[in-house]
């Protein structure tokens, strides 16, 4: 079961471009452009990211960097807001005509410079009445709206920080997207259009605005993190603040506090919040993160929102920026900075949802999303490129049609093959019973409307025989979804795990040192279900399976290193013919995305999946040579704790009557000396244990930095290093059976197998992981174990 969970993805990357906003109110007419500079008034200088709100209609666009704007319009008579927090906004109506025009606007000053003043303990100075009547108001601020709808544009830049020119740029993306807000926490996003360099498939392009942070809320989820808000309800025990300025948006008056976190210990935000003087809402935010904030491989994370005034005292993002450089530290990689940037418009308020809007997706692909024509593409797209942004996708678009040299082809080929073989197991895999596999595989979804195909086909070099794997998948309602498959097979199968996860491939290491925890057979027929998903996070399956199994051995004793040692005997089965019925119960409370019928899992905190399912094959059912029940339930839970880290929990029990085969006992598997799995037991060498029942629990807790950083101690608070403790027990037998296995090598653990060790992450830019484990029983396994990792962040 693979339970290490890739927390270092960006899945807010962020784009600081300076650029201008274009926008068409209206599709498939004639366009005027509305361009020019907004100043300040008193200096002539531009004004950097100014707004540009057209009224009545809930758009606004952003200026760039120099202060240019620039829109195209449908003719006609339209009024603009020109506005910057610090200047008194400006008004204008103006009628817009197909040939264009250019108005530049002057912006009056409105700033008024204080001293700084830092609030200290409970003393009653302006900064801190300030806060303090922002904590009291906030429940009135949130539930002011009951619900909202906004468009967006994003985009995305990866940037080798050594070139600053257009070759520097390594990938953009680029989408546009509706979203929908629902009281109290109902979110969704629809990317309705995407694009990307050439050097990206579609499919990796899934960037959002994700769930905007409302820093009037209390705990404001950032990543694995759970931050304290500049304005909880317990914010003075974790923050001092300073009043820096006092600002005007629209003659508003607007207070501007410097944040200083109290502690390095926890994450916290450092920056500066803008706090409306009328409302006390929150109305911008510039922040950073402190040491506490302990992001693997990424530093100089900066985080802003821009707000704007709409309907009579909401204020709402309009601009939202994320940054930071991804930094590993070896002379290979060169130093990456990413840049996101995401523009909001067109809100829409108290207008209803339909009931079907938030189902299980918070971020769905909409079927033409790859499709939109480059006219449509422009109505969208309200930040223009770049001149570096622009010839990032010439040359990226010129490389992938250019002619490719043989020995560059050659180089690709390979490099393409070994993405394929370490990738998947479809191509070529190693183990002891079938040596080395080679084949090929489509796997194609939506091939015809609703309808998903897999094809595999391989041989067997050192078990010489041929394998076959082909199914389909039909889906026959999509909301509640019921998909109906068929599966025939001829392949080698593995027994059930308790520990290793479904999609665990050990060729690296079988092939490698000769260690493979799975126990093979042969089987050869089809299975045929349903899927049934009738409420959200939920789905039920129900299969008949109907194969012939029989034992296979071991056709290989092939490894590069341990070359002396033999692989371990695969153990046999019960032969016959197997028909059974069996059914899954599937409760998962992480969010999904969905990408080209494609579904992919978030990373949340908390989250919970639970299993439960049997299985039933008897003779007085079908004709059989099995006669037995299977039952089984897991659940794996992850969650901070205590601001101390990370606690992952993983249970497993089952049980069985009748008469067992071997090839459907449970077992709990062993795995390598390197690179073994998160929740797994590691002192039990290379030795599996089996019984018709078993219970087993196993935990780990990721304490990362933390310990280190609040011990105040010197060096020690500095230490680089990761801490994380493990341990867990299981118990197995047999209860139920009737005759002794033929594989006497069988083990079970009638007395609790227990183990308890801990592990330090995060050495050298790798990221080694050095786990230390001891055996608290007295099985005649390893009483100590010493295990490595390698990406262990």
Request: hydrophobic content about 40%; glycine content about 6%.
């Amino acid at each position: 079961m693979n339970t290490k969970a890739t927390t270092g993805q960006f899945g807010l990357f962020l784009s600081v471009l300076t650029v201008l906003l274009s926008f068409f109110p209206g599709y498939g007419a004639l366009a005027g452009v509305v361009e020019g500079t907004i100043r300040d008034f008193d200096t002539g200088r531009p004004i950097p990211f100014a707004s540009v709100r057209l009224e009545g209609t809930g758009r606004s666009m952003i200026a760039n960097e120099n202060g240019e704007y620039r829109i195209r319009l449908v003719p006609g008579t339209w009024r603009f807001k020109f506005s910057h927090i610090g200047y008194y906004s400006e008004h204008l109506k103006t009628a817009v005509t197909d040939s264009g025009q250019v108005i530049d606007v002057h912006l009056h000053p409105a700033m008024i410079i204080l001293k700084g003043q830092k609030v200290y303990s409970r003393a009653y100075d302006p900064a801190q009445r300030i806060i303090i009547e922002a904590i009291e108001r906030k429940d009135e601020i949130l539930s002011r709206t009951h619900d909202y709808s906004f468009d967006a544009y994003t985009r995305l830049v990866a940037r080798d920080t050594a070139r600053q020119d257009t070759a520097g740029i390594l990938l953009i993306t680029e989408s546009q997207i509706e979203g929908f807000w629902e009281h109290p926490d109902k979110f969704k996003e629809i990317i309705k259009a995407r694009k990307q360099t050439a050097n990206l498939a579609a499919t990796g392009n899934l960037v959002s605005v994700g769930r905007i942070l409302d820093f009037n809320r209390n705990r404001l989820d950032f990543g694995p993190y759970s931050v304290v808000s500049p304005t909880a309800k317990d914010a003075l025990d974790y923050y001092n603040y300073y009043l820096l300025d006092t600002l005007y948006i629209d003659r508003q008056m607007i207070f501007r506090l410097e944040i200083e976190p109290q502690s390095d210990a926890i994450p916290l935000f450092a920056g500066t919040i803008d706090i409306a003087d009328s409302s006390y809402a929150v109305v911008g935010v510039d922040v950073g993160f402190n040491e506490g904030f302990d992001q693997d491989l990424v530093d100089s994370l900066r985080y802003l929102q821009r707000y704007e005034e709409f309907d009579h005292d909401r204020w709402m993002p309009i601009e939202i920026r994320f940054s930071g450089i991804f930094n590993i530290s070896l002379p290979v990689i060169p130093v990456i900075s990413f840049n996101y940037v995401a523009a909001l418009h067109n809100y829409r308020f108290d207008a209803g949802h339909p009931e079907a809007r938030f189902d299980e997706y918070v971020l769905e692909v909409a079927p033409e999303a790859d499709e939109v024509d480059s006219v449509a593409w422009t109505l969208g797209q309200v930040i223009p490129l770049s001149k570096d942004e622009s010839g990032a996708y010439k040359r990226f678009d010129s490389l992938a049609s250019a002619p490719v040299p043989l020995h560059k082809r050659i180089l690709g080929l390979g490099f393409g093959a070994l993405y394929l073989i370490t990738s998947t197991n479809d191509y070529f895999h190693f183990n002891r019973v079938e040596g080395a596999y080679l084949g090929l595989a489509f796997n194609r979804r939506e091939i015809l409307p609703r309808l998903d195909l897999g094809l595999r086909s391989g041989y067997a070099i050192d078990g010489e025989y041929w394998q076959h794997d082909y199914g389909f998948a039909y889906t026959l309602r999509q909301r509640p979804r019921l998909r109906f498959n068929f599966r025939y097979r001829n392949i080698v199968a593995h027994r059930p795990t308790v520990i290793s996860s479904t999609h665990y491939d050990p060729t690296f290491l079988a092939l490698m040192a000769k260690i493979d925890q799975y126990d093979y057979f042969r089987e050869k027929g089809f299975t045929t279900g349903m899927d049934i998903r009738l409420l959200r996070h939920t789905e039920l399956s129900v299969a008949y399976h109907d194969y012939r199994q029989y034992s296979a051995d071991n056709s290989t004793n092939f490894s590069i290193f341990r070359t002396n040692a033999d692989h371990r005997p695969n153990p046999e089965i019960a032969d016959g013919r197997l028909r059974s019925i069996a059914g899954e119960f599937r409760w998962d409370s992480r969010r999904l995305m969905k990408s080209k019928n494609e579904e992919i899992p978030m990373l949340t905190m908390p989250h919970t999946v639970i299993k439960t399912g049997m299985e039933y094959a008897s003779p007085d059912f079908i004709r059989n040579d099995f006669d037995f029940h299977r039952y089984h339930v897991s659940i794996h839970h992850e969650r901070r704790f205590l601001g101390l880290g990370f606690s992952s929990i993983y249970f497993y029990a089952g049980a069985s009557k009748g008469n067992l085969p071997p090839q459907r006992y449970f077992t709990v598997d062993y795995t390598g000396e390197f690179m073994p799995e998160k929740l797994s037991f590691k002192s039990l060498g290379e030795h599996n244990y089996c019984g018709d029942w078993v219970c087993a629990v196993y935990f780990d807790h990721d304490f990362r930095r933390t310990l280190f950083r609040r011990s105040g101690l010197p060096l020690i608070r500095d230490f680089p290093f990761s801490l994380a403790v493990h341990g867990g027990a299981f118990w197995t037998d047999f209860r139920n059976r009737t005759d002794t296995p033929r594989d006497e090598s069988v083990r079970s653990a009638s007395v609790a197998y227990s183990e308890i060790g801990f592990s330090i992450g995060r050495i050298t830019p790798l990221g080694f992981g050095l786990h230390f484990t001891w055996q608290l029983s007295a099985y005649d396994t390893e009483k100590f174990s010493f295990d490595i990792t390698i990406l262990d962040f």
